[in-house]
């Protein structure tokens, strides 16, 4: 049966495990456990992606780090309000569904986390305890005043100068 289920270029990669297995009732061969089975030279192999990209996103992720880092908290606060804006506007386009780059979810997503995480580092150096953090968190919170995103404030910018041209 296992013959007829593989071909001879197959036969080189299975397990030796596989040649003494009961057949079971549904015709087809039984697997106790899960055996390892090998890549085998014959048969094409799914590629790896190269380390080479993995290295490269490290770089642009410890250059924007470094320059999160330089960065006051106020700064980084405004930074992380206009963010927000900018992932509201963006859920906003989707749901009227406008074109969008659905990409920029995760990078603003990526960026507002490093900033906080920034934030925090610099709170842990002060001293600062978890709980505390969260209670100045939700002060902070508080008292942010809306404000159009940079974005939304361009979008009128342009609209006002097509009006009065």
Do not use: H
């Amino acid at each position: 049966m296992l013959n007829s289920l593989a071909s001879p270029s197959t036969l080189c990669c299975l397990p030796k495990a596989f040649s003494g297995i009961p057949k079971s009732s549904f015709n087809g061969i039984q697997l106790r456990g899960a055996p390892s089975i090998q890549p085998c030279p014959q048969m094409k192999s799914y590629r790896r992606p190269s380390p080479s990209f993995s290295v490269v996103m490290m770089a642009k992720r410890e250059e924007e780090l470094k320059e999160i880092r330089t960065k006051s908290d106020e700064e980084i606060n405004e930074e992380v309000i206009d963010l927000k804006g900018e992932l509201l506007m963006l859920r906003l386009q989707k749901s009227a569904r406008n074109e969008f780059k659905s990409s920029e979810f995760r990078r603003m997503r990526k960026r507002i986390a490093r900033m906080l995480t920034v934030k925090r580092e610099r709170e842990i150096e002060k001293g600062i305890g978890k709980r505390l953090s969260r209670k100045l968190d939700r002060k902070w919170k508080k008292s942010i005043v809306p404000r159009p995103p940079p974005s939304l404030k361009k979008l009128q910018e342009e609209e006002a100068a097509e009006e009065s041209a």
